[in-house]
C-alpha cells in the first residue's frame, strides 16, 4: 500500500506565498478588522436559519432537523482549472446518457464482454418497466450532479456519479445569496461567475425535453415526496424559482391520455415532471403497490409519450458503486476516448482477489455499500476502531457483493474561518450539469462541501459536514 502524500492545499503554496487563484479574495480579506468578520460570520449563520435552510436526519427521533452550517470563506477555482474539469465533465455525462440507452435497448456493452451481466441481475435500480423504451429527447439524465475530489494542483478524481435524484443545489444557490448579501463589495473586486441563473437555465432546459404530446408552452412541475422528506426545502425551493407548480401525487392523476394537476379550474395537463420521488414511489401499478406519493398510471402515460420524467426512472443504476468501477470501461466504451476525469482506484469486493486485498489493508481503505449513500453504511479504515474493524470484516465476509474499498485519499483543504482564524479542512465538490436535445449546460462552480471537524474526510451534512460558496474566476 503506497504512503499517503501530503493535502494539498488551494490557498497555499508548499512556501506559504498564496494561490494565484486566492490574491485577490485574501487581499480583501486581509484588509478586515477580525471583530467584523466574526459579526459577519455570525450573521451568515442567523440568515440561514431565518431563511430556513434545514434538512432531516432520519434514523433519528422524529427525524431531526437540522442547521447545515455554512462557512463564509469561498472555494475559489480559476476559469483555466474550470475549463479542463467541464471536459472532463461533459464527456462523462455523454457517456452515462449513451450507456443507460444502451443499458434499456441492446445492451452492446455486455455483449462486448465489458461489463459482467451480473451487475444487472438482481439488481433493482434496473428497471424492467424501461426496456425497448426511450424517453422523449433521448435524454436519461436531465439533471447530474458529479463528485469531484481533488489531490493535487491538476489532480482531479470522481468520487460518485448522481444520476436519480441529485440534491443540494439550492444550497449552492442560497450560498452565493448569502455571499453577495454579506459582502457585495467583495464581487465588485473579485469577478466570480454566475449561478444564479440556474433555476431559470433548469427550467429551459426541462422544457426542451417536453413530450411530442404537448401544446403550447412546456407547463412544468415539481413532484415531491411532502414535507416530511428530508430535501423539501429544495423541492420548494426550486420550484418557486422556476415558475414551476410543486404537487404532490395526490395533486395528480391520469385523464384523457395524459398526467393532469389539479388547479383551481379543474385539471390541466402536465407535461414535465422534475421528479424527487425514488422509482418504487413513482407508480402503485407499476412499483410499491402501497405507494401513496406517485401517481397511480404514470409510467404507461410515460411510455405512450405524454409526459416526460426527469430524471428518467431507472436511471438509479448509474448511482450503483459496482457500476462506478466500471466508468472507464464504459467512457471509453460509448466516446472512444480515455476518461479525461478519473475515477478513484476501486475494488470490487465481490471479486476474490480484490476481497483478499480489502481484507488485508482494511485498516487503510475506505469500505463503502454499493447502493449507499449520505456516508451511511462506510468504513473509514485509518480512523475505525479494531472492534470497528473486526465488525465491518465480518459484513465482507458474509457479503462481499455488497461493497467496494478505496483507498483514503489525500483530499485537498480549503480555509473555513474559525475563532482562531483560517485553518484548513477537507473539501469535495458537486457540479450540477443539465442536459437536453439541446446540449450539455454545466453551472459554474457548484456545491462545495466541507467536513467543519478537524481531519475528518467524511463532508456529508448529514455526518457533520458544512457547504461553503465556490467561485469560479471570470476570464481576464
Given amino acids: 500500500m503506497a504512503e499517503r502524500q501530503a493535502n494539498f492545499d488551494e490557498m497555499h503554496a508548499e512556501d506559504g506565498s498564496i494561490r494565484p487563484a486566492y490574491s485577490e479574495y485574501c487581499e480583501w480579506h486581509d484588509g478586515q478588522e477580525t471583530a467584523w468578520l466574526r459579526r459577519k460570520h455570525a450573521d451568515c449563520e442567523s440568515n440561514f436559519r431565518k431563511t430556513g435552510i434545514t434538512f432531516n436526519v432520519y434514523g433519528e427521533d422524529e427525524a431531526e432537523e437540522r442547521l447545515i452550517p455554512f462557512d463564509m470563506v469561498p472555494r475559489v477555482i480559476t476559469a483555466a482549472e474550470w475549463r479542463r474539469l467541464t471536459r472532463g465533465i461533459e464527456q462523462r455525462v455523454s457517456a452515462l446518457n449513451a450507456f443507460l440507452y444502451d443499458l434499456y435497448h441492446r445492451q452492446e456493452i455486455i455483449r462486448s464482454g465489458r ?72 464581487f465588485s473586486k473579485v469577478p466570480v461567475e454566475p449561478v444564479s441563473n440556474y433555476p431559470r437555465r433548469l427550467a429551459k432546459s426541462l422544457a426542451a425535453c417536453a413530450p411530442a404530446a404537448t401544446k403550447g408552452k412546456p407547463n412544468v412541475a415539481v413532484l415531491t415526496p411532502g414535507i416530511y422528506n428530508s430535501a423539501y426545502f429544495e423541492h420548494a425551493f426550486l420550484a418557486d424559482q422556476m415558475g414551476a407548480e410543486l404537487v404532490e401525487g395526490s395533486d395528480l392523476r391520469v385523464k384523457d391520455g395524459r398526467v393532469q394537476m389539479r388547479c383551481t379550474r379543474g385539471y390541466q395537463p402536465v407535461d414535465v415532471i422534475y421528479r424527487r420521488v425514488d422509482d418504487e414511489y413513482l407508480d402503485p401499478l407499476s412499483f410499491h403497490p402501497d405507494s401513496m406519493l406517485g401517481v397511480p398510471g404514470i409510467m404507461d402515460v410515460y411510455r405512450s409519450g405524454g409526459v416526460t420524467i426527469a430524471n428518467a426512472p431507472g436511471t438509479g443504476i448509474c448511482d450503483d458503486k459496482a457500476i462506478y468501477s466500471f466508468m472507464p470501461e464504459i467512457v471509453e466504451f460509448y466516446t472512444g476516448e480515455k476518461p479525461l476525469l478519473p475515477n478513484v482506484e476501486t475494488w470490487r469486493c465481490s471479486d476474490e482477489d480484490s476481497l483478499g486485498h480489502v481484507l488485508d489493508n482494511l485498516d487503510e481503505l475506505v469500505v463503502k455499500e454499493v447502493h449507499g449513500s449520505g456516508g451511511y453504511g462506510m468504513l473509514i479504515g485509518p480512523t475505525s476502531s479494531k472492534k470497528e474493524l473486526a465488525e465491518f470484516r465480518k459484513k465482507l465476509q458474509a457479503n462481499p457483493h455488497n461493497y467496494i474499498a478505496q483507498p483514503t485519499l489525500s483530499l485537498s483543504t480549503c480555509p473555513i474561518f474559525t475563532k482562531k482564524g483560517l485553518v484548513p479542512r477537507h473539501v469535495d465538490l458537486r457540479p450540477y450539469v443539465l442536459v437536453s436535445p439541446d446540449g450539455i449546460d454545466i453551472t459554474p462552480g457548484g456545491l462545495t462541501r466541507v467536513a467543519l471537524k478537524e481531519g475528518s474526510l467524511v463532508v456529508n451534512s448529514s455526518q457533520g459536514g458544512g457547504t461553503k460558496d465556490t467561485w469560479v474566476l471570470k476570464e481576464t
Fill in 115 to 186: 461489463l459482467p451481466v451480473r451487475l444487472l441481475r438482481d439488481n433493482a435500480a434496473w428497471l424492467q418497466q424501461m426496456v425497448g423504451f426511450t424517453p422523449p429527447g433521448g435524454v436519461y439524465t436531465h439533471i447530474v450532479g458529479i463528485d469531484l475530489v481533488r489531490t493535487g494542483p491538476n489532480d482531479w478524481f470522481v468520487l460518485e456519479d448522481n444520476a436519480r435524484t441529485p440534491s443540494g443545489v439550492s444550497y449552492m444557490l442560497e450560498n452565493r445569496e448569502t455571499m453577495m448579501a454579506m459582502f457585495p463589495e467583495l
